[in-house]
């Protein structure tokens, strides 16, 4: 099967998705589209050859609170919040999980991130992970916890340009 990842349309049919996760099948499928509108979010779509959608991700900008700075940067070293973007939601659809999907959707965000870092200055991407499953796939493409929670985790953006700067 190839997949091919696309800006959010809202001609592609949603209802149908099913990730194992309510919360992320409800989000693509009522919110996706609002969040759109609203600007608070740009969703990417994977879709089979078809048009069936397979997966996606949803990221935006962001900013880490005091306390989660000291967490990256250790113990007072900032004064102020530090920018960031989020990948807010990752969800490959059940019936392809295993497949790759969730890995080519990661890499996919984080070239676009690596593209945003030329022209929006923020120093870290972060991701919420819906469970340890989820948190353990975001470890193994080098994701760090931070200290006092293992499902919320980050990325600096120098050690994502390194990483992309060598493929």
């Not at 920018?83 to 676009?112: N, T, W, Y």
Request: net charge negative.
């Amino acid at each position: 099967m190839s997949v091919e990842i696309v800006p959010f349309r809202r001609s592609i049919r949603r209802d149908g998705f099913r990730c194992g996760k309510p919360d992320l099948d409800e989000w693509i499928d009522r919110y996706a589209g609002q969040s759109e509108r609203s600007d608070t979010t740009r969703t990417f779509l994977a879709l089979a050859d078809d048009d069936e959608l397979v997966g996606y991700y949803a990221t935006k900008a962001y900013e880490l609170d005091l306390d989660d700075a000291a967490s990256v940067y250790g113990v007072g070293r900032r004064r102020y919040p530090v920018p960031a973007m989020l990948i807010a939601r990752l969800a490959v659809h059940e019936a392809v999980q295993g497949k790759g999907i969730g890995s080519l959707l990661l890499f996919d965000a984080l070239q676009r991130l690596v593209d945003v870092s030329r022209s929006i200055g923020f120093e870290v991407v972060v991701v919420d992970a819906i469970d340890h499953d989820a948190s353990v796939f975001y470890r193994r493409y080098g994701f760090t916890a931070f200290e006092d929670d293992d499902l919320h985790l980050f990325l600096t953006t120098k050690q994502l340009k390194l990483t992309f700067d060598n493929t």
